[in-house]
Nanobody, 125 residues
Framework: QVQLVESGGGWVQAGGSLRLSCTAS????????MGWFRQPPGKEREFVAA????????YYGDSVKGRFTISRDDAKKLVYLQMNGLKPEDTAVYYC??????????????????WGQGTQVTVSS
């Protein structure tokens, strides 16, 4: 069982940066596929980024490629989302997610078994 807690959200002006952190509990964290999703106001939850259990592979949604970077520190049981060049359309609640089985469907929200409570990111123009 893995429990996830996000932090690092807040308010930022367009063009600014934020780094989100996801703290995980559980002994087998290092074997999990980890992902970030977001849910803008009034919209569906959408894929942002994912990182394989080894950290060797990373994946990004088209809207964040080149601006966001996902990384993990298994020793500290942390997953990060570095967000640069933020835009007003990045405003959303951001969720950390974990998949025990390392599915290849990394961009599918139904792949993930565990979710954090979310952290709000607001980007003003």
């Amino acid at each position: 069982q893995v429990q996830l807690v996000e932090s690092g959200g807040g308010w930022v002006q367009a063009g600014g940066s934020l780094r989100l952190s996801c703290t995980a509990s559980g002994r087998t964290f290092s074997s999990y596929l980890m992902g970030w999703f977001r849910q803008p106001p009034g919209k569906e939850r959408e894929f942002v980024a994912a990182i394989s259990w080894s950290g060797g592979s990373t994946y990004y949604g088209d809207s964040v490629k080149g601006r966001f970077t996902i990384s993990r520190d298994d020793a500290k049981k942390l997953v990060y989302l570095q967000m640069n060049g933020l835009k007003p359309e990045d405003t959303a609640v951001y969720y950390c997610a974990a998949d025990k089985y390392g599915s290849t469907k990394y961009n599918d929200r139904y792949t993930y078994d565990h979710w954090g409570q979310g952290t709000q990111v607001t980007v003003s123009s």
